[in-house]
C-alpha cells in the first residue's frame, strides 16, 4: 500500500461516511506503507512515489520514522544535481504538487 494522508482520508472516511471525531486512527491508517531509508537516493524515492502513485513517503532511519520526503523535495534535488530543470518540466502541475507537500 501507499502512504498518502490525503488519499487515506478521502478514500477511507469521507467516502464511507466513517465517524472522524469517534474513530481511531488504526481503522484508516495506511498498513506495512511504502517507505524509504534515510540513506536513499532522492532519485530513488521519487521512483517509488511514481510507482506507489504518492507524493510522499516515510523516511526510516533505526527502525523508527525520522520524517516524510515530499516528490517536491525529491524534484529540487534533481534540479540541484543534474542542473537541468525538472521542476519546469512539471509547472503545469506545479502548484498542485505543491499542494500536496
Not at 481511531?24 to 521519487?46: G, H
Request: with cysteine; hydrophobic share 50%.
Amino acid at each position: 500500500m501507499c502512504f498518502d494522508v490525503l488519499k487515506d482520508i478521502a478514500t477511507r472516511v469521507i467516502n464511507h461516511g466513517i465517524d472522524l471525531v469517534n474513530t481511531p486512527v488504526s481503522k484508516v491508517m495506511t498498513w506495512n506503507p511504502i517507505f524509504v531509508l534515510s540513506d536513499t537516493l532522492s532519485v530513488e524515492a521519487l521512483q517509488k512515489m511514481v510507482a506507489g502513485e504518492v507524493t510522499r513517503l516515510p523516511v526510516i532511519e533505526n527502525g523508527e520514522v525520522i520524517g516524510l520526503v515530499c516528490i517536491l523535495d525529491c524534484l529540487r534535488d534533481a534540479d540541484k544535481i543534474t542542473g537541468r530543470k525538472a521542476a519546469k518540466l512539471m509547472a503545469t502541475n506545479w502548484d498542485a504538487l505543491a499542494r500536496y507537500c
